[in-house]
């Protein structure tokens, strides 16, 4: 990847007017960006008969009604691969509208792998390495889905507004400048899925399961691993002074192992962590490590899925861990499009107190030091 210019640091003390609520209208863009041209190109378009709607929803093209997963009558693995097959082609559209709708690149990973090895990727902005002032890093929940989603199940059902990541990487853009969207669940490469999704043309069930094979992913082959290599590789050489997290259920254990892992440089680089419905446990992670329970608990907030109104305190049941807020809903699939204000708003205001420190510590320079270092011949 090009190494751009670096900028110079522009201090951020922005309020939450200057930063306006994403309307995310992703099929508003280029003609050529269908998500139902890639259903036509796949192997089974007369099954998979759907669409985003102007509301980012997924819809049946003739009867307007969501998606139903039941297609054949009494085949649940045709079923359950054609459900494989629109997951896939949703993981395609949403690359694409990172690549193309929120101006992303895509980096492939490990940075030596040859030509013909496994690699992985993420997802970065533009100048998100030389900008100097602030940078977003986007780790997801574990499952199926890929980078760019909270969840694929939730963007079926619910649509690209609360199943995607495009609301945040779009206000992170807007407000910060630079942000890395993590890839820590493309750890394997399935050498017979493509096979098995060619038998969708017929209705009967497999007779046979055949064993897949799998084949790690060098440095990706956990999210562990992929979240350390590109922290290693990319976010601490970044010029950015201020590096805020957000993370989602066990995203938020991998954080903390990164924690475990790169203490110092995380506590010394990282201003900020935004945890939703976290797995992560800190007696279990951290054990008798004071230093780290203490910035957890100064640096650290988590939103869960609570029935009291957003960002209401719901208390934490373990005095070591970090303060929690309610998420305004009970949903776990909604929890990140439900936070996204309040937990840019808390980013903003710890960016905020963390300056106003920096400005507070910095020495004043008056006529008579100014003197002092003229006549100083040491």
């Known amino acids: 990847m090009e190494q751009n210019p670096k900028t110079e640091l522009n201090e951020i003390t922005i309020s939450p007017s200057q930063c306006p609520k994403v309307n995310v209208d992703v099929l508003q863009m280029e003609q050529e960006l269908s998500f139902r041209k890639l259903v036509e190109s796949s192997e089974c378009p007369e099954q998979l008969k759907y669409d985003f709607a102007k509301n980012g929803e997924l819809k049946h093209l003739d009867t ?22 629109l997951g896939q082609l949703i993981t395609q559209y949403v690359y694409e509208l990172l690549e193309r709708v929120c101006k992303l690149q895509k980096v492939h990973i490990p940075t030596d792998a ?8 993420f997802f970065i902005s533009e100048k998100a390495l030389t900008n100097s002032s602030s940078l977003i890093v986007l780790l997801q929940d574990r499952g199926v889905f890929r980078a760019g989603q909270w969840g ?4 079926i059902h619910e649509g690209l507004d ?18 890395i969207v993590l890839n820590p669940n493309d750890n394997f490469i399935d050498l017979k899925m493509e096979d098995e999704w060619l038998s969708l043309s017929t209705k009967e069930e497999s007779s046979t399961v055949n064993s897949s094979w799998w084949i790690p992913k060098r440095c990706s082959s956990s999210s562990e691993e992929h979240t350390i290599y590109i922290w290693d590789n990319f976010i601490s050489k970044s010029a950015a002074k ?25 506590m010394n680089k990282v201003y900020s962590v935004a945890l939703i ?31 009291k109104p957003l960002d209401r305190p719901t208390g934490s049941l373990v005095k070591v861990d970090c303060p929690t807020v309610s998420a305004g809903t009970e949903k776990y699939s909604l929890a990140p499009s439900s936070t996204l204000q309040a937990i840019f708003k808390y980013l903003k ?4 107190a963390k300056n106003t420190v920096t400005l507070s510590r910095s020495p004043i320079v008056t006529r008579s030091s100014k003197n002092k270092k003229r006549n100083n011949t040491c």
Request: glycine share 6%.
């Open 64 to 85: 307007n009604e969501p998606f139903v997963f039941n297609y054949f009558k009494n085949a649940h693995e045709s079923n359950h691969k054609r459900y494989q097959v």
């Open 242 to 266: 201020n590096v805020a997290f957000i993370a989602h259920g066990y995203g938020g254990l991998v954080f903390i192992n990164l924690l475990i892992q790169r203490t110092w440089e995380v």
């Open 114 to 121: 040859t030509e013909d090895e496994p690699r992985s990727f």
């Open 349 to 352: 205001s710890t960016l905020k």
């Open 277 to 307: 419905d976290s797995m992560h446990h800190t007696l279990h992670q951290v054990k008798n490590n004071p230093e780290v329970q203490e910035w957890i608990q100064k640096h650290c907030r988590e939103w869960v899925t609570n029935s």
């Open 162 to 179: 609360h199943g995607t990541q495009i609301p945040f990487i779009k206000t992170a853009l807007q407000c910060y400048g630079g942000v």
């Open 152 to 155: 694929l199940k939730t963007i």
